[in-house]
């Protein structure tokens, strides 16, 4: 989703702004540009095509500059457009950009207007710029903190003013935003990513922040206006990862590097302990009668098949709530039920909307399974396991999905240990199955001759139905939202008993209905489904385990995955479908990383 980068230095800093937009690109854009500050003007360029284009661009104009800002747009507000790209400007005199969405646009507009402004976009950026231009005292770091005042929503601004030449100012509230220390020289981003390579020294600045960046000075103050020192850590943001490699495409490579990815994310548990979590586990588990997950996408499908495993192995309640909804919903709090918020990012909106509204209604006991140890998810829950899943670029989401199932596995044994229900035995055999988790992935990718030749088949169709039971109704959903998601084919999931219930009417012989069907205690009434499918012409695609009885015959296809791998079979079934998704959305020709319409980050509501 959107970035923003944002520097003031003593020496030309458009390589910089370029850099850390293309480091940012992977979250999805649809245009982009950057503002300097040359010979007491203000001077931009925008682009609605990828940063490489900008970068060709700012080149051909020459522009170059000591302060500046730069930034990657998704639509919100307005078409993705040159016109509604950011930085906007005022007057010629603010330069802004923005990450979030602004609620009181409208009102504020109104008003902008009757004071005579002119608006050139439809965003609620332009909205921000053309406010601080009212407010300007001639003191930008001032300004920017009453004016954020009349702000309603989140943000994340980085904005320079053609009267003060060597001063970016930022604030943020709802939206992630760092500064970067250097040497004579500071920097805004909205992620340190952005700064990977200019500079490792990183604060992360907290909600109802506002800084004024300087050639040498940092100066923070808080939401009242009061100033505050924050911690400066030094981070080492994954430069090399964001290489492609021998791949085609980034969800290609990640989708490879699970066997990697997981066994990184269980390096040193040599035991299964509570500590794993953070050092007040213990006492947390102890106390706590349920647990309530909260999550988006891909990542609730991990909380709906970890759900399963924590009642059935630990004997713990466990709901599992889409955040979106959950934050606006009137629930029934229960201070004693261990929140657990699932996110690749670790800067989803909804997700920490949600995590926000539960600890606001007294739910205290907070834990993140997460992928970004800086983020936002982390710093605000009590507890946390790190995924080193590694930084994850496609937007479709695989390995971050893979490592949150193992952690979330981790969560149930510790969880049945601490309710009495793992013995030593129990817990050597559950820590061997999950140590032997890469080896058996990579026997899985080797499948992947087979699952191109049901590509071709499936490029050709326009709609696809996915079943699944018990554990592996979640891995439908998730096999289902990748095709739709990459390949832009029509699919949908369901629990296989519910076909009778209303979706069997779809099935006809246009209708490819993928099955997920290991050798569980659920096969014999999963045959059954399929024979509704075949009955009414439906053709099946079944991805069965080695030793189960399902065999290829007319309008029944199988691939077998090597092994049975009981609990833990959902981390393997789902790399096929991942695998599925791929080569269909690479035989339909469409942009398999940057998916249409779609964001790596959702930074906005
Ligand atoms: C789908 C996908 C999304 C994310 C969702 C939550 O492939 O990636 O559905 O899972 O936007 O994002 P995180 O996990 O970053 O909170």
Redesign the pocket.
Known sequence: MCGIVGAVAQRNITPILVEGLKRLEYRGYDSCGVALHVNGKLERARSTARVAELEKQIEKEHLSGFTGIAHTRWATHGAPASHNAHPHFSRDRIALVHNGIIENHDELRDELKTLGYVFESQTDTEVIAHLVDHMYTGDLFETVQQATKRLVGAFAIAVFSRDEPHRVVGARRGSPLIVGIGDGENFLASDALALAGTTDQIIYLEEGDVVDLQLQRVWIVDENGKPVQREVKTVHAHTGAVELGPYRHYMQKEIFEQPRAISDTLEGIASITPDIFGDKAYGIFKKIDSVLIL??????YSGMTAKYWIEAIAGVTCNVEIASEYRYRDSVPNPNSLVVT???????AD?LAALRHAQAQGMRHTLTICNAATSAMVRECELAYITRAGVEVG???TK?FTTQLTGLFLLTLALAQIKGRLNDEQEAAQLKAMRHLPSAISAVLALEPQIIAWAEAFARKENALFLGRGLHYPIALEGA??LK?ISYIHAEAYPAGELKHGPLALVTQEMPVVTVAPNDSMIEKLKSNMQEVRARGGELYVFADADSRITSGEGVHVIRLPEHYGLLSPILHVVPLQLLAYHTALARGTDVDKPRNLA???TVE
């Not at 699932?342 to 989803?348: H, K, N, P, V």
Request: proline share 0%; with cysteine; hydrophobic share 30%.
């Open positions: 999550a988006c996408g891909t990542s609730y699932i996110s690749q990012s670790g800067e989803t997700t937007v479709a989401s971050a939202l990748k998601e790596k980050s959702v």
